[in-house]
Structures are given as C-alpha cells and as structure tokens.
C-alpha cells in the first residue's frame, strides 16, 4: 500500500471508535471503597454524562482516566493509550477543567488564557477565539482576582478548551453560571460536539444531562447503577405520565375511575392523574368535556435519578440498566 492510499474504516474495529475504556476499575480509600469494578466504553464523538450523589464516586473515576489518580484494580484505555503512570504524550489530547482549577491570580483574563495557551504551544488566534466563545471578551483586560465566580468559571472552561484537544473532561462547567450564560456555555458545548471532540460532562443538573448528554451513567456507591441514553434510562424506568388538569373539572373518584388512570390526587393547585397509557387517557378527558387547561408532564431523567440514588439509600442498589455499551 502506498502513503497516499487511505485505509478503509473498519466497522469491525472498536478500538478505533471508543475514546475511553475503562474495564474492571475500583479504587479504595482506607476502609471506603471510592469504586467498584467500574467498567464503561465511552465512543470518540460522545456527549458522555457521569451523574450521581455527592462522594458517589465521579471525581474518583474522572481523576483515573485522566491519568491523575491509580487505580487499585482493573484497566484503563484513554485514546488508545494508558493514562498512568502520567501519559506526557495524552496531555495535549486532554482538556481539564475542574472545580478547583489554577489561575494566574494577577494576570487579565486575556493574559491568563495567553499563557495557558503558550503551556500547549496553541496559536495566539486561539486565545481570542476561546475568549470569544466562552463570552469573555468584554473582561479579557480584567484581572483574573476582579472577575466573578461565573466568570472565572468561563475561564476554567476557555482554559481547557483552548488548545483545542480531543477529549474534554468538564467537572460541573455551569454550578457558578448564571442562566443565561448557562445556556450560552451549552451552545459551545453543542458546538465541541459538533466538531468531533468528545466530552466527559460532570453534572449535577439533570435538566442539563437530558439537553447536552448522548448517553449518561449514573454512579451510586461506586458503581455504575445505570448506563443509557437519557431517553432511553426514561422509557426503561417505565415512570407514570401526569396529567394536570384544573381541579374544578372532576373530583378524585371521577379522575380515577377514567379508564387508563393508575393515581389521583390535587397536588400544587392541580388535579394530578397518573397514567401510563397517556393517549388513552387523555381521549377519555377530550370526550369527557374538552383538553382546555390539560398540561402534561411525562417522566424526566430526574425522576429515574431519583428513582435510583434513593434504591440506594435503602441498601437496594439496582443492577446497571441497559448494558448494551458496556464493556
Ligand atoms: N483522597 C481521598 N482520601 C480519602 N477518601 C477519599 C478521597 N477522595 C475521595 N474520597 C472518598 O471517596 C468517595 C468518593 O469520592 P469522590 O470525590 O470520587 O465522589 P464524587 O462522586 O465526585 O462526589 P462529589 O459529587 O461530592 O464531588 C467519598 O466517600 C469520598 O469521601
């Protein structure tokens, strides 16, 4: 084969698509066992979300494949490479930002993104088009010390992003932003993925997760509780529809005696009917006197959250959901 000749793709080669393997991983501290035999594929271009309670073990897994941490047990693969003992040749591939990143206090912002940039030998038209993105412009001669929490949580995020770097690990991007630049950051977020890179996205705002995440995995204790599409996690829980209808239209025995009505209750000012079979129900209602003031609210990710971190609170951790991806 010549140089010039391209090498056909290989739908067989999985290797090749998956950006992340992590296989068997668990790590101890002292008596605590951070994680347990963890194991999850994550695929070059994917919108990846790890959710799941304070010192449910997300950091811990984070810091192993970003090579910051070993792990006790088991095997990790970080774009084709191992991450520790500390990979030099993956740090350009990475971008980090975390929830205690490092700044040049008395540098601007514009100053500060420069040198971060120079670390990683990326071009000057970078630093002003990571500034641009993450909505800094407008600071970039202010002082990292002067900028506010929001806005030096922009900067953590430019930072990670400016040497424009395969894998991108965000721990809680948004917790300092306010809602409109929240939004903002999504649409950069949207755009990275666009562009190909793949994304490790920490969060705590499940609406978040649903939005931006191709498929999430829900850590519990140290172990991965469910691993889906957000649509997917939503549909498995097989969680009720409600439908919430003014409460002068029918007492609580009417609604549930409406064929397809599992629960009903005035909850917040609303007639609340529970339903799985929503369709059925909600032609029940249009006979019964019009859809006027009906408002449905179908399951979220946040209900099958929910679901699952308080199983654990009962010592009744679920098995993973849906393993299709795994490894
Ligand atoms: N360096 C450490 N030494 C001892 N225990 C630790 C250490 N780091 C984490 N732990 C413990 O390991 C468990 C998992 O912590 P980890 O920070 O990975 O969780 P997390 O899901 O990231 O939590 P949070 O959402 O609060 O950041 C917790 O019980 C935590 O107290």
Redesign the pocket.
Known sequence: MTETETVPADPGNRAADTAIHVEGVS?R??S?Q??DAVSLRIDRGEFFGLL????????????IMEGLRQADAGTVDVLGGAPWPRNVALLPRLGVQT?SSAFFVRQTAHEHLATVAALYRADTAAVERTLAAVGLVGRRDTRVENLSGGQRQRLAIASALVHDPELIFL??PTAALDPQARRDLWEVLRGLKEAGRTIVY?T?HLDEAEALCDRVAI?VE?RIAALDSPRGLVGAAGAPTSLLLPPERMTVAEAEAVPGVDRAEVRGGSLVLETKVSGKVMSALDALGGLDGVQTRTATLEDVYLQLTSDATTGDIPHAQNTEHQA
């Open positions: 790590k501290y002292g605590r951070a994680l799941g309670p304070d010192g449910a073990g997300k950091t811990t897994l984070v810091e929830q721990d809680e920490t705590h850590l140290g």
